[in-house]
């Protein structure tokens, strides 16, 4: 008889032990104009399709703030106001993720800049038309182009846009603002084991004992092949940037859908930048401003932010070389 019992408890504390042990569950739902995936390590898998559900729940309420192509979107209603000299009142979320553009903008000494939405709408119709944008029209969009023209209040937590039909692009930044809060929003549910990944700024939480971390694999420049090492990430946030898929050519020169802020004009660097960061946000946009300054520029820029790290590759002679900045490398796995 007590064999029996030690048998039976020996059983209960092997299945139990079994359905306690963590799965990853993958969720995908195309947002913000990509595929958005969801990954969460559970040891239930309707409580962790419950969670997802809500996570983007969210980034549908995010995307109504900050969305450029949405015209009700708060954002493209804040634009309606430029010029106007109206204080408006503005949501929490984007109010913050515009004091976190600014900020940035300053940093980068003018490298990142979300004002510059006239002139890269320019760009995305040159890209359509397989032909360069007109110089005099790159100039007058300029005109309309400065985050001075932005002004924060941050008391009544008010925008004033001063500049005459400005608009905002919060398109290298917002991804990794959602997907940070993706994250945060998965901790406040329970699941701090999770990874978001908005089409490629990447957000990864912790992983379970004895997972390592999360594994990251980066493109080399102008193809789809990958580096043959990866990444092992907990609690990072990383974004490469690069012009795979979105890129002009016109008479031998290639020009990425990166502009430069200081002239307007596409970035003729072939590189892919990839930032490691401790948040979303500004692993996303330091990757555009990376791709703007020099080598030496851009790893000083990212050596301000604790616990940033950059890999800027760039082709010679058709062969990837690679400049990193001094712990990137210990991120491989």
């Known amino acids: 008889m007590m064999k029996n019992i030690l048998l039976l408890i020996l059983f209960f504390v092997q299945f139990f032990e079994g359905f306690s042990q963590y799965r990853k569950y993958h969720f995908q739902q195309p947002k913000m104009g990509s595929p958005f995936n969801i990954i969460i ?23 109504l703030v900050f969305s450029d192509y949405l015209p009700q979107s708060e954002l493209n209603r804040l634009c309606n106001t430029a010029g106007k000299n109206e204080w408006v009142p503005v949501s929490p979320e984007l109010f913050s993720i515009l004091q976190k553009a600014k900020r940035a903008n300053a940093i980068s000494k003018g490298s990142f800049d979300i004002t510059l939405s006239p002139v890269i709408r320019l760009w995305r119709t040159a890209r359509q038309r397989q032909q360069l944008p007109p110089k005099d029209s790159i100039a007058l969009a300029m005109k309309k182009v400065g985050s001075k023209y932005i002004l924060l209040d941050a008391r009544t937590r008010s925008v004033m846009l001063t500049r005459a039909n400005m608009q905002l692009d919060l398109g290298g930044i917002a991804k990794g603002e959602t997907a940070q809060k993706c994250i945060n929003r998965l901790k406040e549910l329970g699941f701090p084991f999770a990874l978001a990944d908005a089409g490629g700024d990447i957000v990864a939480g912790g992983t379970p004992e004895n997972t390592p971390g ?8 102008e193809t789809e092949e990958l ?13 490469t940037s690069g012009d795979l898929y979105q890129y002009l050519v016109v008479n ?23 930032v490691i960061a401790d948040n979303g946000a500004d692993a ?8 703007i300054l020099s080598i030496k520029k851009a790893i000083k820029l990212v050596k301000k932010f ?17 400049y990193r900045s001094a712990r990137f490398a210990s991120y491989f796995r």
């Open 252 to 274: 031998g020169v290639r020009y990425s859908h990166i502009i430069d802020p200081a002239t307007g004009w596409a970035s003729t660097n072939s590189r892919n930048v990839t």
């Open 214 to 221: 999360w594994k990251v694999a980066i493109n080399l420049p």
């Open 227 to 239: 580096m043959d090492r990866q990444l092992l990430l907990q609690n990072k946030s990383v974004t």
């Open 306 to 322: 604790k616990g940033a790290e950059v890999q800027i590759a760039t082709l010679v002679n058709d062969q990837p070389v690679f």
């Open 41 to 63: 390590y559970s040891t239930d898998s309707a409580a962790a399709a419950f969670a997802a559900e809500q996570t983007f729940k969210l980034i549908d309420t995010l995307n």
């Open 284 to 291: 996303d946009w330091l990757t555009k401003a990376c791709s």
